[in-house]
Nanobody
Framework: QLQLVESGGGSVQPGGSLRLSCGSP????????IAWFRQAPGKEREWVSC????????YSSDSLEGRFVASRDGPKNLIYLQMSDLKPGDTAVYYC??????????????????WGQGTQVTVTS
C-alpha cells in the first residue's frame, strides 16, 4: 500500500534551489518523525535530513553544510526538504521515510518502515 508520496524533483542548474514535498494519503505526518534519504547512481542510499515529531527539531547531514533543511506543514500534511546551492553531487533519487509514531529522528534506513517511491533531482549545467 502506498504510504508516502514525494514530489518536486526536477532538473536544476548548479547553485539553484528546489523544494521537495512528502505527503501521505494514510499517515498523519505530524505524529511521526520523517527522514529524507537519497541514492545516487552506483552509490549506497544515504541519510540526508530529518525532522522530529512534535518538537519539529531538524537535523541534516554535516556533509551538506547547511544547504538542506526539512520542515513541516501540519495543516497540509506535508514535509518539505528545502535544498539550496545545489551541486552536481546532489544528483540522486530522493526518498522520504516514516515509521508510524516514531518520536525522534533516526539516521538508519532500518529505523523506518514506510518509504515513498522517490523523486529524481538532477543538477547539471
Amino acid at each position: 500500500q502506498l504510504q508516502l508520496v514525494e514530489s518536486g524533483g526536477g532538473s536544476v542548474q548548479p547553485g539553484g534551489s528546489l523544494r521537495l514535498s512528502c505527503g501521505s494519503p494514510r499517515l498523519t505526518l505530524d505524529y511521526t518523525a520523517i527522514a529524507w534519504f537519497r541514492q545516487a547512481p552506483g552509490k549506497e542510499r544515504e541519510w540526508v535530513s530529518c525532522i522530529d515529531r512534535a518538537s519539529s527539531a531538524t537535523y541534516s547531514s554535516d556533509s551538506l553544510e547547511g544547504r538542506f533543511v526539512a520542515s513541516r506543514d501540519g495543516p497540509k500534511n506535508l514535509i518539505y526538504l528545502q535544498m539550496s546551492d545545489l551541486k552536481p553531487g546532489d544528483t540522486a533519487v530522493y526518498y522520504c521515510a516514516a515509521d508510524q509514531g516514531r518520536y525522534r529522528c533516526g539516521r538508519r534506513q532500518s529505523d523506518y518502515t514506510y518509504w515513498g517511491q522517490g523523486t529524481q533531482v538532477t543538477v547539471t549545467s
